[in-house]
Every structure is written in C-alpha cells, then in structure tokens.
C-alpha cells in the first residue's frame, strides 16, 4: 500500500522527454547508436517494423502504377551544381568521396591517395542523378509519365543527431516522377501525400495534418512543397513525409525534354516525394508510454508473444505442446491480408520477460502455464492497456478474436493521439496570446510549451523569421481548404492572407 507505482523506462516522459525517447529506444531493442559517428544500427526488432512499413508504402505506390529501380550512391559534383536552389540546401550536409585508394604512410596506418578528378557527392537526395536517367530515357510525349521510385540510403551530415529522427545515415524512398503537363504533375504531387497520409493515420495511427509549406521551408529547387506534420507527446510537431512538385526546374537543369504530339521540344514537369526511418520515430513518440514503446499492430514486428510458465521440469511437455499449437493456430488467422505474427519465448528467466515485451512494444502478450492449460484458457496482457489489467480468455475464442483485438488496439492508438492532438491545437489570434503560449511557464521546464498555434499569417517572410528567431517556432504548414481566421497576422497585425499552423518541431 502507498508504494510508489514504478515504470520501466527511466525517466518517465513528463520527467524528461528527450531522455525518456532515448531510453524508450534503447529499451526496445529496435535501434541503437553505432561506433560511426551519427550513424544507426537497425536492430531485427526495429528492421523487421522497417520491412513492415516499407512493404506496406511499396504496394500503396505500385498501385498507383509506380515502379522501383535503383540508382548509383554517388552523384558527379557538377550534376549537383545544376541546379543552383538545390546545391545551396544540400551544400552545408555533403559527405564528399575525393579519393579512390589508400596508401601506407611509412608509421603503419593508412592515408587516402589517388585523388579524383572530380569529387563524389554521396546522395543526400536524387533529383540530379536520377534526373540525368530520365534525359536519356524521355525523348517523346508517348514515353511520359515516368513514374519511379527507389528504396535506398541516403546521407546528410548532420552536427546533431538523434536515433530514427536525424541520422547521418537513414533508409528512405524517394519518388521521382516526369509529366507532360503541369496539372497532371500537380495531380501526382498531392495524390502521394494522400498516400502518405493515409499510411500514416492507417498503418501508424498517426494523425496528420496536411498541407503545403511556405517559401522559406520549401525544398531546395521545388516550386511547392508538400507535407504531412503529426505532434509527438511533448507537443513538438514532426514533419513525417514530403511532396514536392517541382516545376521544370531539375528538368531544365538535366535536360529532360521530349517532343510533344506536334513535334515541338518541350521541357517535362517533374516531382519527388519521400519518407523515412523518421516514420519510426514519430511512430514512438506519438504512441510510446511510461513502460516503453508501443507498435500499432498494422506494422507492428510482431503481432503476439506466446510465453510458456515452467515452473517443473514435468510441465515443459505439455506446457509447450499447448504453446506450439497454439502459435499454429494463430498464424492461420489472417489479419490485413497476411497471417498473424507470432514469437515464442520459451526462455528459463522467470518474471522478467513479461516486461521485455511491454518494453518492446508488442502489442499482444500471452502467458501460459499448467492451470490455464487445465482450464483451457490463457492469459492475457494488451500493450494499450496497463500492466496490470490482465485477463484469462477461453483459448478458441481469444484465436478466432485476435484480429478484432489487434483492431481495437490499432484504433485506441489512434484515438488517443488524435485526442491528444486536438487537445493541444489552439487558435489564436493576438501576438501577446501567441507569444504565452509558446514561453515556458517553468525556467526549468524549458521544453513546456503550449502545441500547435492556428493563426494569421500574412505572408511575409519577415514576419515568418521574427517568429522563428524569438520563439524558435515555425510554420509548420498551410492547411489545405483553409480560410484566414481573421485576426489579423500574428506578428505584425496586418491582415492574415494565410491560415498557418505554427509549432516547435523536430
Ligand atoms: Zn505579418
């Protein structure tokens, strides 16, 4: 009685949220740092979420009639000087290849030697090389559109750097189509970040909001930018995935032309869209609670741990014959289109692997020991609900009910972050409301601040960076359909030509 309840991750999120992430992570085994500076180790746990995620977007975007291929990690200095937009964005977070070879320096260690003619740009993004491709592969309006996409790595380096949402290193999709005609490539642009919002709130219970990016937060080269923003649990927002429509700047800066039905030479209309292992952390930090992370089942790893209670040596027989038939007969069950992913964990550790799961997130854990085998049942623990609150289900029926259960927790996720979402969305018309409600209450506490603000903008980027400089708050984006509130622009008053959503963001 009285005892202070304990959680598994510590320090509980409302403690210290940035730490509570890191350690969250850790807890789970999906990821960890690596000895290469920035750089991430995806662990099984956290890879197999990756094939889950990236599984699910490939048959979103084929759908859509997309097809993959794959292009070189090294883009030629001078393709990435084309556009010049493009390198003044990229310029700062290049890694650059110079040399080809290493030589022995004379005191046993290595220096490189054989310097290139011209330096490699590792890819930070593919417009250019895969633009260069497309010239060649464009020539008339029958070979249009052009819709590809590539799964691949990418690098940026970045001076700080934080597990699944800036990495030097990360594994993407980047998405590159060539249009005839500007409106069917504006059609493109937006019909992918319906497919990323739909993913998103579907697949990762992720809410979003959508919308397009102002003129200092665009992509480097793109005539629009589009995006879908969810707000993690500290009220930060994440940028979660882009679109951009990028007018015939990159076609213009490779050469992608073709010749139009009265032979005329036109320049194409291209796009690009992607999204990342970032998907993986805003998924934990929209979801995750105090004992670890949380897998919406759509994607999650694994769907249900099976844990045997040996207590005797006697017990093992029946215990994991009752298990692996079990296991059996719910891998049979189908839940979105494939079967019902099990583990099993027959490990001899006691107690403690109940709490392995909850820290891995798993949406479903079982126990099974000799009474429930006497009683036909097994017990069981939901990842949406506390630890505590478990329950004996009849074994037929916990099969046959499993996908409906793994709905619901698929749901409550949602609900709860959309809940939360909307909670914490405010608008607000005046600058010194504006100002409050982005200034931590606590000198402490420096992190605490009010969410997402809707106000006026009037448009300027003057009024934009004023913002940003004073609060460290952008605009994260102009929601589609929106009207100006009517309060006039937040910063200076004048009237708001823009609804905006401003935040703190990651
Ligand atoms: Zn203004």
Same mark, same amino acid.
């Given at each position: 009685?009285?005892?202070?309840?304990?959680?598994?991750?510590?320090?509980?999120?409302?403690? !210290?949220?940035?730490?509570?992430?890191?350690?969250?992570?850790?807890?789970?085994?999906?990821?960890?740092?690596?000895?290469?500076?920035? &750089?991430?180790?995806?662990?099984?746990?956290?890879?197999?979420?990756?094939?889950?995620?990236?599984?699910?977007?490939?048959?979103?975007?084929? *759908?859509?009639?997309?097809?993959?291929?794959?292009?070189?990690?090294?883009?030629?200095?001078?393709?990435?000087?084309?556009?010049?937009? =493009?390198?003044?964005?990229?310029?700062? #977070? &290049?890694?650059?290849?110079?040399? /080809?070879?290493?030589?022995?320096?004379?005191?046993?260690?290595?220096?490189?030697?054989?310097?290139?003619? *011209?330096?490699?740009?590792?890819?930070?993004?593919?417009?250019?090389?895969?633009?260069?491709?497309?010239?060649?592969?464009?020539?008339?309006?029958?070979?249009?559109?052009?819709?590809?996409?590539?799964?691949?790595?990418?690098?940026?380096?970045?001076?700080?750097?934080?597990?699944?949402?800036?990495?030097?290193?990360?594994?993407?999709?980047?998405? =590159?189509?060539?249009?005839?005609?500007?409106?069917?490539?504006?059609?493109?642009?937006?019909?992918?970040?319906?497919?990323?919002?739909?993913?998103?709130?579907?697949?990762?219970?992720?809410?979003?909001?959508?919308?397009?990016?102002?003129?200092? *937060?665009?992509?480097?080269?793109?005539?629009?930018?589009? &995006?879908?923003?969810?707000?993690?649990?500290?009220?930060?927002?994440?940028?979660? @995935?882009?679109?951009?429509?990028? @007018?015939?700047?990159?076609?213009?800066?490779?050469?992608?032309?073709?010749?139009?039905?009265?032979?005329?030479?036109?320049?194409?209309?291209?796009?690009?869209?992607?999204?990342?292992?970032?998907?993986?952390?805003?998924?934990?930090?929209? /979801?995750?609670?105090?004992? @670890?992370?949380?897998?919406?089942?759509?994607?999650?790893?694994?769907?249900?741990?099976?844990?045997?209670?040996?207590?005797?040596?006697?017990?093992?027989?029946?215990?994991?014959?009752?298990? *692996?038939?079990?296991?059996?007969?719910?891998?049979?069950?189908?839940?979105?289109?494939?079967?019902?992913?099990?583990?099993?964990?027959?490990?001899?550790?006691?107690?403690?692997?109940?709490?392995?799961?909850?820290?891995?997130?798993?949406?479903?854990?079982?126990?099974?020991?000799?009474?429930?085998?006497?009683?036909?049942?097994?017990?069981?623990?939901?990842?949406?609900?506390?630890?505590?609150?478990?329950?004996?289900?009849?074994?037929?029926?916990?099969? #046959?009910?499993?996908?409906? +259960?793994?709905?619901?927790?698929?749901?409550?996720?949602? !609900?709860?972050?959309?809940?939360?979402?909307?909670?914490?969305?405010?608008?607000?018309?005046?600058?010194?409301?504006?100002? !409050?409600?982005?200034?931590?209450?606590?000198?402490?506490?420096? #992190? +605490? =601040?009010?969410?997402?603000?809707?106000?006026?903008?009037?448009?300027?980027?003057?009024?934009?960076?004023? +913002?940003?400089? !004073?609060?460290?708050?952008?605009?994260?984006?102009?929601?589609?359909?929106?009207?100006?509130?009517? @309060?006039?622009?937040?910063? &200076?008053?004048?009237?708001?030509?823009?609804?905006?959503?401003?935040?703190?963001?990651?």
């Amino acid at each position: 009685m009285g005892k202070k309840i304990k959680h598994a991750i510590s320090p509980t999120r409302d403690e !210290d949220y940035s730490e509570w992430y890191q350690q969250a992570v850790g807890a789970s085994e999906m990821a960890e740092r690596s000895s290469v500076r920035g &750089c991430m180790v995806i662990k099984p746990w956290g890879y197999a979420l990756w094939e889950n995620i990236s599984g699910k977007l490939d048959e979103m975007f084929k *759908e859509t009639g997309v097809k993959n291929a794959y292009f070189p990690l090294f883009i030629p200095l001078s393709f990435f000087e084309k556009e010049a937009l =493009h390198v003044e964005g990229f310029a700062k #977070e &290049c890694a650059v290849v110079t040399h /080809h070879r290493l030589e022995k320096d004379g005191k046993g260690g290595l220096v490189p030697a054989g310097p290139l003619q *011209e330096p490699l740009v590792v890819r930070p993004t593919s417009e250019t090389i895969i633009g260069d491709s497309f010239s060649r592969w464009v020539s008339s309006y029958r070979d249009l559109p052009l819709l590809i996409n590539q799964w691949a790595n990418v690098v940026r380096w970045e001076m700080r750097t934080r597990i699944f949402l800036r990495t030097t290193e990360f594994l993407w999709q980047e998405g =590159h189509t060539a249009h005839a005609d500007e409106k069917e490539a504006r059609q493109r642009t937006l019909m992918m970040l319906e497919i990323y919002r739909e993913f998103s709130e579907k697949y990762l219970a992720m809410p979003v909001i959508t919308g397009s990016k102002t003129p200092l *937060e665009r992509f480097p080269g793109a005539v629009d930018t589009f &995006c879908i923003e969810a707000m993690m649990q500290d009220k930060k927002a994440l940028q979660a @995935g882009t679109s951009h429509f990028l @007018g015939q700047n990159f076609a213009k800066a490779s050469g992608i032309t073709y010749q139009n039905a009265q032979e005329k030479e036109e320049f194409a209309w291209t796009t690009s869209w992607g999204v990342s292992t970032r998907l993986i952390g805003g998924m934990i930090m929209a /979801h995750g609670d105090d004992d @670890g992370i949380i897998l919406p089942p759509r994607v999650a790893s694994s769907h249900v741990v099976l844990m045997p209670i040996i207590r005797k040596p006697d017990d093992r027989g029946r215990v994991m014959e009752f298990t *692996e038939s079990l296991a059996r007969e719910l891998k049979a069950q189908t839940y979105h289109g494939s079967g019902v992913r099990v583990e099993i964990d027959d490990r001899d550790i006691g107690g403690g692997k109940g709490w392995e799961w909850i820290k891995k997130g798993i949406p479903v854990r079982v126990e099974i020991g000799p009474r429930d085998i006497e009683e036909g049942s097994v017990f069981v623990g939901r990842r949406d609900r506390d630890h505590k609150k478990r329950e004996s289900i009849p074994r037929k029926r916990f099969v #046959e009910d499993l996908p409906d +259960i793994l709905d619901e927790i698929q749901q409550t996720l949602y !609900d709860r972050a959309l809940a939360f979402m909307e909670e914490n969305k405010k608008v607000i018309s005046g600058k010194k409301e504006f100002y !409050d409600f982005f200034t931590p209450k606590n000198a402490d506490k420096p #992190e +605490i =601040h009010g969410g997402f603000a809707v106000s006026d903008w009037c448009g300027s980027d003057d009024c934009e960076s004023t +913002i940003k400089s !004073d609060l460290g708050v952008t605009i994260r984006c102009i929601p589609f359909d929106s009207e100006p509130t009517g @309060g006039g622009c937040v910063c &200076c008053g004048k009237e708001g030509r823009h609804q905006a959503v401003f935040a703190k963001s990651y």
